[in-house]
Nanobody
Framework: QVQLVESGGGLVQAGGSLRLSCLASGRTSGTYALGWFRQAPGKEREFVAVISWTGGNTHSADSVNGRFAISRDNAKNTVYLQMNSLKPEDTAVYYC????????????????????WGQGTLVTVSS
């Protein structure tokens, strides 16, 4: 089992920045990638970014490329999502997830195949 706890959400004005953190505990060794999804009210869960166990591979959604950056510190068992140039449409609950690296992260509906999730942290971007 892997436990994931997100932090860092909040209210920010458009154009501002936030950094989300996700602390992983439990059986975190091995090949687990860590990443982020988001879900806005009335919408399906959406892929944001993922990083491989070594940090050597990353993949981000087109909607956040150039604005968001994912990183991880394995010594702290933590993955980060640095969010810059935030827009009102970035408003959502952001969820941390863990699972094997692969296309399931960014394929439509692929999130259903990921086994471990945090409780989510709310990000609200005001215009």
């Amino acid at each position: 089992q892997v436990q994931l706890v997100e932090s860092g959400g909040g209210l920010v004005q458009a154009g501002g920045s936030l950094r989300l953190s996700c602390l992983a505990s439990g059986r975190t060794s091995g090949t687990y990638a860590l990443g982020w999804f988001r879900q806005a009210p009335g919408k399906e869960r959406e892929f944001v970014a993922v990083i491989s166990w070594t940090g050597g591979n990353t993949h981000s959604a087109d909607s956040v490329n150039g604005r968001f950056a994912i990183s991880r510190d394995n010594a702290k068992n933590t993955v980060y999502l640095q969010m810059n140039s935030l827009k009102p449409e970035d408003t959502a609950v952001y969820y941390c997830a863990a699972g094997p690296w692969g296309r399931s992260w960014w394929q439509d509906g692929g999130y259903r195949y990921l086994g471990f999730w945090g409780q989510g942290t709310l990000v609200t971007v005001s215009s």
